[in-house]
Antibody, heavy 118, light 107 residues
Framework: QVQLQESGPGLVKPSQTLSLTCTVS??????????WSWIRQHPGKGLEWIGY???????YYNPSLKSRVTISVDTSKNQFSLKLSSVTAADTAVYYC??????????WGQGTMVTVSS | DIQMTQSPSTLSASVGDRVTITCRAS??????LAWYQQKPGKAPKLLIY???SLESGVPSRFSGSGSGTEFTLTISSLQPDDFATYYC?????????FGGGTKVEIK
């Protein structure tokens, strides 16, 4: 059974780059047909899709975040990563990785809280 | 972007009640709609995909219907474990969007 686990700093300074990694266990990230996404949730608010990547490296990003987002995949480590540049307090949120993008999100990580503060 | 509008935003109900949540899309999304349940401090859990298909392991009291721009999630008999926030999500377009959520509270 595939499981996802987010990791990365819980505190990022304003204007810096937020970097998170999602480790896939119980299955191969290179399995065809699967898309790997990042989703965030501001405190007390709803869900916002950030972007997704296919194992081949093809990506698609939320237009509202596109200029600051990079999602990459490392098949050798069975991981995919999120980089969000020039962060502000508005990027403070719980960040989830999930399996899905061309279909419903059926597998989620537990989420990791990232706070942007000096 | 396709906008997803859920109603109501909050719903008060009792155990045993039949509960219906509505989700409207700003343009047709065919049946490319999912429903999730989220409890405080937890990741969302997939309940329904393709508008009406029940995810494996999800109780049969949950059902989904609709196509095009209007969709509903129904809980036939609300159980104590069902008090949570529910989100719809469209995956018709490359840019994925969620509804604002419906919190189901104890009456």
């Amino acid at each position: 059974q595939v499981q996802l686990q987010e990791s990365g700093p819980g505190l990022v300074k304003p204007s810096q780059t937020l970097s998170l990694t999602c480790t896939v266990s119980g299955g191969s990230i290179s399995s065809g047909g699967y898309y790997w996404s990042w989703i965030r949730q501001h405190p007390g608010k709803g869900l916002e899709w950030i972007g997704y990547i296919y194992y081949s490296g093809s990506t698609y990003y939320n237009p509202s975040l596109k200029s600051r987002v990079t999602i990459s995949v490392d098949t050798s480590k069975n991981q995919f990563s999120l980089k969000l540049s020039s962060v502000t307090a508005a990027d403070t949120a719980v960040y989830y990785c999930a399996e899905g993008g061309d279909d419903a999100f059926d597998i989620w990580g537990q989420g990791t809280m990232v706070t942007v503060s000096s | 972007d396709i906008q997803m509008t859920q109603s109501p935003s909050t719903l008060s109900a009792s155990v045993g009640d039949r509960v219906t949540i509505t989700c409207r899309a700003s343009q047709s999304i065919s049946s490319w709609l999912a429903w999730y349940q989220q409890k405080p401090g937890k990741a969302p859990k997939l309940l329904i995909y393709k508008a009406s298909s029940l995810e494996s392991g999800v109780p049969s009291r949950f059902s989904g219907s609709g196509s095009g721009t209007e969709f509903t999630l129904t809980i036939s008999s609300l159980q104590p474990d069902d008090f949570a926030t529910y989100y719809c999500q469209q995956y018709n377009s490359y840019s994925l969007t969620f509804g604002g959520g419906t919190k189901v509270e104890i009456k």
